[in-house]
């Protein structure tokens, strides 16, 4: 089968559309037809550096290592797998190594995976799984609520416009912190209030949240003390160095870091969310599959407004 797999090595390596193994089938797995997978911030921060290290190596008895979200349709599956059936539409994804889903095939786990609702295509449906699901889970985490104020750092990027919605369906009261550019954008997904960061250092002036949640991994617990409430969160999606050390040495209380997982049971409630119009999805761009590298360097940009996505089949 086609997949993406590295081309090169070391900082010259590219993404580049190779012949691979079909992936192994387990009991509990459903092998789903790729059709549209998308792009996060985590592929080119850990799976390119990683892929570029061991890919070229371990292609003859691995799966490519690209891709978490996946939508596709189930062609088979193992023996224990009682949820879905074939031809089922499906979306989800799989942390435990990685989806490999910029392939034509990839097998996961049943509960990784719901059904995508109805009104909702395949490249729409790529879009949800992680940045939902890391958005749900760091409201959670942190505490969100009916009534609670909270303040989304970064809500124009993929985890960033699931955010504000989800936030504004618990019932949250929402500001959020974007660019100019980005505005009005975030005003039709329901903000608040809306912040832009261009302005000056909002970190002083804004007020203080049940809340703080950083999308965008550039603030730590410390740099956003002051927007904190006596008994307010600060949650990251930790996606460098920054916010990672930042928030080990700055045990403050009610701090933490996002590890995203993926669970039925999450993207069925975001499913609702999406069937009832209280969620909706925001796509950037969409590539073919055999564009991925420049996929990647779109993501890598900062300058995508909500997700992008590789289209893998018509």
């Known amino acids: 089968m086609e997949a993406i797999t590295t081309k090169g090595w070391g900082l010259n390596a590219k993404l580049s559309l190779a012949q691979v193994k079909s992936p192994h089938l387990s009991d509990d797995d459903v092998l789903v037809e790729v059709h549209a997978a998308s792009v996060n911030p985590k592929d080119w ?42 031809g089922d539409r499906v979306y989800g994804m799989d942390m435990r190594l990685r989806t490999a889903s910029l392939a034509e095939y990839t097998s996961i786990n049943q509960g990784r995976i719901t059904h995508i609702p109805e009104h909702l295509s395949f490249q729409e449906a790529a879009c949800v799984p992680l940045a939902a699901q890391t958005a749900l889970q760091g409201l959670r985490k942190g505490g969100a609520k009916a009534g609670s104020s909270v303040l989304i750092i970064g809500a124009s990027g993929g985890v960033g416009t699931f955010a504000v919605q989800i936030a504004k369906a618990l019932g949250c009261q929402v500001t959020a912190v974007c660019s100019t550019r980005n505005i009005e954008l975030v005003k039709s997904l329901g903000a608040d209030e809306i912040i832009d960061y261009t302005l000056g250092d909002f970190r002083a002036s804004a007020g203080t949240f049940d809340l703080v949640f950083d999308v965008t991994s550039h603030e730590t617990a410390k740099s956003c003390k002051k927007l904190r409430g006596d008994n307010g969160y600060f949650i990251s999606t930790g996606g460098n160095a920054t916010a990672v050390l930042g928030t080990f040495f700055h045990r403050a209380k009610h701090t933490a870091l996002i590890k995203v997982e993926s669970y ?5 409630q975001i499913s609702q969310w999406i069937a009832a119009s209280q969620v909706k999805v925001i796509i950037d761009s969409i590539y073919p599959l055999v564009d991925s590298q420049a996929a990647y360097e779109r993501s890598r940009s900062g300058r995508s407004q909500g997700k992008i996505v590789i289209q893998i089949k018509s």
Not at 51 to 68: A, I, N, Q, W, Y
């Open 45 to 86: 921060k850990l799976n390119y550096h990683l892929s570029v290290l061991l890919t070229p190596v371990t292609t003859k008895f691995l799966p490519p290592l690209f891709g978490d979200d996946l939508a596709g349709i189930v062609v088979s599956k193992g023996k224990n797998v009682s949820q879905f059936d074939l």
């Open 264 to 268: 039925k049971e999450d993207l069925d």
